[in-house]
């Protein structure tokens, strides 16, 4: 749950930050090119993505190497490189997420905050924002339940060294720690059936908001 919190939070801020980039860009081919890398991206992991950070960023790895990332404390095989990890995947679905929503602002809208003496950070904060609210919240939402669903990446990085639900399922299916376990698993994956009911009650009510405001 930390982590897919943490994640999902940095994340959504960076992803927003992007998009926002991109949308007021007058590059075409920029906006083409960082929506099929977003696509690409977002849809980029399990153990190829585990082996390609560990050949760039593991304890042997070229950036590592490199830039002695060793001797700064850097460690892959953490907390902090699974989240670096994480956010590889994520932010470029934040990207994909938001970008709708941000297209969806309408100009006239600007326009009638500059006509009446406001300024850029008043337009975000009284219409810009609140507007986007529930896109960016359904946005969080959606990318907590991804990183929380995630197993492949973190089984092949970094085992049982970081006690995630989906490892500890896994552990205990196989019996790597205990044998008799099952019960336990079944009751981590039923936890986890409540928080991904969770998860989706909280989106799908944002999005069909987002929609009708943005429509």
Request: zero cysteines; aromatic letters at 12%; proline letters at 4%.
């Given at each position: 749950v930390q982590l897919s919190a943490l994640t999902a939070l940095i994340a959504t801020v960076l992803g927003v930050l992007i998009a926002q980039a991109v949308v007021t860009s007058r590059s075409q081919a920029q906006r083409n090119a960082v929506l099929t890398a977003s696509g690409v991206l977002a849809n980029f992991g399990g153990v190829?993505?585990?082996?390609?950070?560990?050949?760039?960023?593991?304890?042997?790895?070229?950036?590592?190497?490199?830039?002695?990332?060793?001797?700064?404390?850097?460690?892959?095989?953490?907390f902090t490189g699974?989240?670096?990890?994480?956010?590889?995947?994520?932010?470029?679905?934040?990207?994909l997420v938001i970008l709708p929503a941000l297209d969806g602002l309408r100009p006239q809208w600007r326009e009638a905050a500059q006509n009446a003496g406001a300024g850029s950070r008043q337009y975000?904060?009284?219409?810009?924002?609140?507007?986007?609210?529930?896109?960016?919240?359904?946005?969080?939402?959606?990318?907590?339940?991804?990183a929380f669903?995630?197993?492949?990446?973190?089984?092949?990085?970094?085992?049982g060294s970081v006690p995630l639900v989906t490892l500890?399922?896994?552990?205990?299916?196989?019996?790597?720690?205990l044998v008799g376990q099952e019960n336990v698993a079944l009751a981590l994956g039923l936890d986890m059936i409540l928080i991904a009911g969770a998860v989706m009650a909280v989106y799908l009510p944002l999005q069909r908001r987002s929609a009708r405001w943005l429509r």
């Open positions: 190829p993505l585990a082996f390609a950070f560990i050949a760039t960023l593991g304890i042997s790895g070229v950036v590592t190497q490199l830039a002695d990332l060793s001797g700064l404390g850097w460690n892959l095989y953490s699974l989240t670096v990890v994480y956010l590889y995947f994520l932010i470029p679905l934040m990207v975000w904060r009284h219409v810009g924002i609140p507007v986007l609210a529930p896109s960016l919240l359904g946005g969080f939402v959606l990318l907590f339940g991804s669903a995630a197993h492949a990446t973190a089984a092949a990085l970094v085992g500890k399922i896994a552990d205990a299916l196989s019996g790597n720690v």
